[in-house]
């Protein structure tokens, strides 16, 4: 009876929480405890009301020509872990040594945790039953004009601050998309390319493969930087359920995300198969 109780015990899984709204903002109001970094914030109303903010870290010198790298979560309210394991990202960088005193010199992190803050927890869409993430303008679809404000919200922080490197986090699958590239992290790298658009195809996320930006997309944040500014854009779906509980799962995919965003940081990555190798 002793053992079987033990054993029940160790299957226990250690629960997770999911920060809430009220803490996130708390955190986003925390001042940076690096003395060589500052923070500026840019703020917006939802449709609901709610505060849309981006978090814009850099050093305070005299260099104005610096690269913007964007990294946004929270455009589907309903991928818990995608927030999560921005925040995570996003505490470091304000509370210790993650990233290189080099790095600043060139370079600033403009951090938009809560995209679809009105339906945050809730569900994958706006106030307005929308997804966010099909709203960017794209000039192939013809579609030039925005509905939601989070796309608004994102195109203005845009304008001001032209990215260099963007990274739009989600959750539910494996999987990592560079337009008009993408692959599976369980996939080899010498598998990627045969078996990319198979797989996509499959998960009916973006058409890959495509021989200019031009081609058909489906007006993701994604698809509006690389044809807008011409720049890396990436869109990584950590792979656990959108709102796992799981301790252990949560900690993989903030692990995972962290060393993604440090291996462009640390400049080990310049192109699609050398990242697969990296993670």
Same mark, same amino acid.
């Given at each position: 009876?002793?053992?079987?109780?033990? /054993?029940?015990?160790?299957?226990?899984?250690?629960?997770?929480?999911?920060?809430?709204?009220?803490?996130?903002?708390?955190?986003?109001?925390?001042?940076?405890?690096?003395?060589?970094?500052?923070?500026?914030?840019?703020?917006?109303?939802?449709?609901?009301?709610?505060?849309?903010?981006?978090?814009?870290?850099?050093?305070?010198?005299?260099?104005?020509?610096?690269?913007?790298?964007?990294?946004?979560?929270?455009?589907?309210?309903?991928?818990?872990?995608?927030?999560?394991?921005?925040?995570?990202?996003?505490?470091?960088?304000?509370?210790?040594?993650?990233?290189?005193?080099?790095?600043?010199?060139?370079?600033?992190?403009?951090?938009?945790?809560?995209?679809?803050?009105?339906?945050?927890?809730?569900?994958?869409?706006?106030?307005?039953?929308?997804?966010?993430?099909?709203?960017?303008?794209?000039?192939?679809?013809?579609?030039?004009?925005?509905?939601?404000?989070?796309?608004?919200?994102?195109?203005?922080?845009?304008?001001?601050?032209?990215?260099? /490197?963007?990274?739009?986090?989600?959750?539910?699958?494996?999987?990592?998309?560079?337009?008009?590239?993408?692959?599976?992290?369980?996939?080899?790298?010498?598998?990627?390319?045969?078996?990319?658009?198979?797989?996509?195809?499959?998960?009916?996320?973006?058409?890959?493969?495509?021989?200019?930006?031009?081609?058909?997309? /489906?007006?993701?944040?994604?698809?509006?930087?690389?044809?807008?500014?011409?720049?890396?854009?990436?869109?990584?779906?950590?792979?656990?359920?959108?709102?796992?509980?799981?301790?252990?799962?949560?900690?993989?995919?903030?692990?995972?995300?962290?060393? /993604?965003?440090?291996?462009?940081?640390?400049?080990?990555?310049?192109?699609?198969?050398?990242?697969?190798?990296?993670?």
């Amino acid at each position: 009876m002793m053992q079987s109780l033990i /054993f029940s015990f160790l299957l226990i899984t250690p629960s997770y929480k999911h920060h809430t709204m009220d803490k996130i903002q708390s955190e986003e109001k925390a001042l940076v405890l690096s003395y060589e970094l500052i923070e500026e914030k840019i703020e917006e109303k939802s449709e609901g009301g709610q505060i849309l903010r981006a978090n814009i870290i850099e050093r305070k010198n005299n260099n104005i020509h610096k690269k913007n790298w964007f990294f946004i979560s929270g455009q589907h309210g309903d991928e818990l872990v995608a927030t999560d394991s921005l925040l995570s990202f996003y505490q470091k960088v304000k509370n210790d040594n993650l990233i290189s005193s080099d790095f600043w010199k060139e370079n600033r992190i403009v951090f938009i945790l809560l995209a679809n803050p009105d339906n945050f927890a809730k569900s994958r869409k706006n106030l307005a039953s929308i997804d966010t993430n099909r709203d960017f303008p794209n000039s192939v679809m013809q579609t030039l004009r925005s509905q939601t404000r989070t796309s608004q919200f994102i195109q203005s922080v845009m304008s001001k601050y032209n990215p260099y /490197f963007t990274l739009d986090v989600h959750a539910g699958i494996d999987f990592v998309a560079l337009y008009p590239f993408a692959f599976s992290f369980d996939q080899k790298p010498s598998e990627i390319q045969k078996n990319s658009n198979k797989f996509l195809k499959k998960q009916n996320i973006i058409k890959v493969k495509a021989s200019h930006l031009d081609q058909l997309t /489906f007006g993701e944040l994604l698809d509006f930087v690389a044809l807008e500014y011409q720049t890396t854009a990436y869109t990584i779906e950590l792979g656990e359920d959108k709102t796992v509980d799981d301790d252990r799962k949560v900690e993989r995919s903030i692990d995972m995300l962290e060393n /993604f965003i440090m291996t462009f940081i640390n400049q080990e990555c310049y192109n699609i198969i050398s990242l697969a190798q990296a993670i």
